[in-house]
């Protein structure tokens, strides 16, 4: 089952003169205390430009059923929530995105709508959107394993979040269609979240993307997320 939104954009011609989209992975960070807030200080946020959108996959973990991530500040500035995938039981991965023009470094606050056990972030910079925090396309997924489409415009880019949770170890994550980068257990192994990338210059129509655990198939939740983006 798959979801596939907003797609504009794919309409330059290969060889076209834009100035590629180009996102960069910065890093990641977790929290693993039980908090309706998680407040990630100072946490790097890559080089500031012109037009920097930094972006924030982000994965959250409740013992209440239909969590969803309420709203992320970055900097203090609220963050404009892309795209999120909520499983309706206690998982919910979403991205958000900010031009932020200035400095290094950013305090991100995560809100969710209820009290969470766990929360990671994984932090990108995005250059050649003009500032912009338009997607091209967004797609989700919430069935184990997870697998959908995005279409990826010439000179594009997509970034995508996912969290796996079962009664035993989730294992590693293998991702179809993107480059992994972040992929760590919270707190324990039976929670794990992991984002992913990728910068096409040729573009993808339908791009297959998804990710499989090398603990098999997670028996009580299995989110994903992602967007794309499109040069000015």
């Known amino acids: 089952m798959f979801l596939l939104?907003?797609?504009?954009?794919?309409?330059?011609?290969?060889?076209?003169?834009?100035?590629?989209?180009?996102?960069?992975?910065?890093?990641?960070?977790a929290d693993t205390s039980d908090s309706s807030t998680y407040t990630f200080t100072s946490h790097a946020i890559g080089t500031a430009t012109a037009d920097r959108v930094v972006l924030v996959a982000v994965g959250v973990r409740s013992a209440t059923a239909g969590v969803s991530i309420s709203s992320m500040t970055i900097g203090g500035v609220s963050a404009t929530e892309l795209a999120e995938?909520?499983?309706?039981?206690?998982?919910?991965?979403?991205?958000?995105?900010l031009l932020v023009t200035?400095?290094?470094t950013a305090t991100i606050v995560v809100t969710p709508s209820a009290s969470c056990q766990r929360c990671q972030i994984a932090v990108y910079e995005m250059t050649g959107t003009g500032g912009?925090?338009?997607?091209?396309?967004?797609?989700?997924?919430?069935?184990?394993?997870?697998?959908?489409?995005?279409?990826?415009p010439v000179n594009g880019a997509a970034v995508a979040g996912a969290f796996g949770q079962s009664a035993?170890?989730?294992?590693?994550?293998?991702?179809?269609?993107?480059?992994?980068?972040?992929d760590a257990d919270?707190?324990?192994?039976?929670?794990?979240?992991?984002?992913?990338?990728?910068?096409s210059a040729s573009g993808a129509v339908g791009l297959s993307i998804g990710v499989t655990w090398s603990g098999g198939t997670p028996s009580a939740a299995d989110a994903l997320c992602a967007v794309a983006f499109a040069p000015v």
Request: glycine residues 8%; proline residues 2%; without cysteine.
């Open 186 to 199: 919270l707190e324990n192994t039976n929670n794990r979240f992991t984002s992913a990338r990728l910068n």
């Open 85 to 97: 995938a909520s499983t309706g039981s206690n998982v919910s991965v979403a991205v958000y995105g």
């Open 132 to 152: 912009s925090t338009t997607t091209s396309a967004t797609a989700t997924d919430i069935t184990s394993p997870t697998s959908t489409t995005i279409t990826i």
């Open 168 to 182: 035993s170890a989730v294992g590693t994550a293998t991702w179809a269609g993107l480059t992994k980068d972040a």
């Open 5 to 29: 939104t907003e797609l504009t954009g794919f309409n330059a011609a290969a060889g076209s003169t834009q100035t590629p989209v180009a996102v960069s992975y910065v890093g990641t960070t």
């Open 102 to 104: 200035s400095g290094t």
